[in-house]
């Protein structure tokens, strides 16, 4: 990127920028009228009421209703001023803080010094982030080590990226242009040098950059294909029967709430899924056995991502049966109902393994 003129602020290109930056402005605002204000009163009253000869003040009357009022009017008017800034910067925090359900998924993995990214549809790349214009896109995030955080100051956002759990981030970005993007948390020597770039371009451009990316297919197929290679298929099978087997079937789980060996429960998502393949001990499903071993280095997080890309594409709450236990064709109707090339995926290779793994549980 060439280097720009002195500017007080970065560019304003996400759909929320605008709002933060408001909200910046006001508390500036407040701040400097108050701190104007203050002084300049201290320097007036100091003159004015400096001591004079050998003249002694009259005692403050400490009851005078003059005071109360006074006293009431500085209290009140300040706190809701502040509670405006409150108010509105938790708005605007709700807003960052919940991506929408549509939003185009990106997987970030930061890595002393760098930045992961894949995109759903199977490209890959390092420390740039190609989006398209005006689509809300959605971050889910990992570290492969210690705390990083993803920051693009021009899109107002930032989010810690935390070993062993995923974090989420979202923005829509308004402008095309390229913009940096920075860690923003300390993570050894060369966490300045942990920068890169985002690519916001126009939607036909970003169509035929995806289209030049890699040939590896997308997310949940190569999840798939994960989900294959490691023997997770061996006892999960898409379109096992539930009432008989010994291991979940995970068709349509995502979303749901899953009760627990414990009694609790848990939501079905993107953490629990990962922690279900490192450390299936740590929680048990109702009404199966602790038999899950746990891929705690045969996967890398990479891998995990599109592990849980493949659970997500095996349907979610809304979209395939869950009450009655799938039976193969009624997974194959529900994929080919919602025909997303992953659910397609998917149902290919429910058939298979279904049939292997059914006959250890049934005899
Ligand atoms: C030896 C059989 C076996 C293998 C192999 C296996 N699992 Fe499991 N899995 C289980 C059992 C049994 C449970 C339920 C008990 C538990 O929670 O540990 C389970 C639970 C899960 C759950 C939670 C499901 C729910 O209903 O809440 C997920 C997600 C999961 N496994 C994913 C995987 C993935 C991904 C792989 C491959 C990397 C895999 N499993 C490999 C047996 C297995
Ligand atoms: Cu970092």
């Not at 890699?214 to 297919?217: A, D």
């Not at 009450?323 to 799938?326: D, E, R, V």
């Given at each position: 990127m060439q280097a720009k003129p002195f500017?007080?602020?970065?560019?304003?290109?996400?759909?929320?920028a605008g709002s933060v930056d408001g909200l910046y402005a006001y508390m500036v605002l407040v701040s400097a009228f108050f701190s104007l204000l203050i002084a300049v009163l201290i320097i007036y009253f100091a003159v004015k009421y400096r001591r004079k000869d050998d003249h002694v003040p009259l005692p403050v009357d400490e009851h005078s209703i003059g005071g109360m009022i006074l006293e009431i009017v500085w209290s009140v008017i300040p706190l809701g001023l502040s509670l405006v800034m409150f108010a509105w910067g938790a708005s605007i925090f709700f807003t960052e803080s919940k991506p929408p359900a549509d939003a185009m998924e990106v997987f970030v993995t930061g890595k002393q010094w760098m930045w992961k990214i894949q995109h759903n549809e199977g490209a890959r790349e390092i420390n740039e982030l190609h989006i398209p214009i005006n689509r809300d896109i959605k971050l889910t995030m990992t570290s492969e080590d210690v705390i990083h955080d993803f920051y693009v100051p021009a899109f107002r956002t930032k989010a810690d990226v935390l070993p062993g759990k995923y974090t989420t981030e979202w923005f829509r970005p308004t402008k095309v242009g390229e913009y940096h993007i920075f860690c923003?948390?300390?993570?050894?020597?060369?966490h300045s040098g942990m920068i890169g770039t985002v690519y916001v371009m126009t939607e036909p451009d970003y169509n035929k950059w995806l289209a030049a990316g890699?040939?590896?297919?997308s997310m949940a197929e190569q999840g798939q294909a994960l989900f294959n290679q490691l023997g997770c298929g061996n006892c999960h099978a898409s379109a096992f029967n539930k009432n008989l087997g010994r291991c979940p079937n995970l068709n349509g789980l995502f979303g749901t709430t899953v009760d627990l060996k414990d009694g609790t429960k848990t939501r079905m998502d993107e953490t629990y899924i990962r922690e279900s393949v490192l450390y299936p001990q740590s929680k048990i499903v109702a009404g199966?056995?602790?038999i899950m071993p746990t891929f705690k280095g045969l996967v890398t997080e990479d891998g995990l991502l599109k592990l849980v890309e493949y659970v997500k594409s095996m349907g979610t709450k809304n979209g395939a049966q869950m009450?009655?236990?799938?039976l193969a064709t009624e997974t194959s109707a529900t994929d080919a109902k919602t025909g997303t090339p992953a659910k397609a995926g998917a149902a290919k290779t429910s058939a298979a393994p279904a049939v292997n793994v059914n006959r250890p549980g049934n005899q």
């Open positions: 500017e007080l602020f970065p560019d304003a290109a996400s759909s929320i923003a948390e300390y993570c050894g020597t060369k890699s040939g590896e297919g199966y056995d602790d009450s009655a236990p799938p």
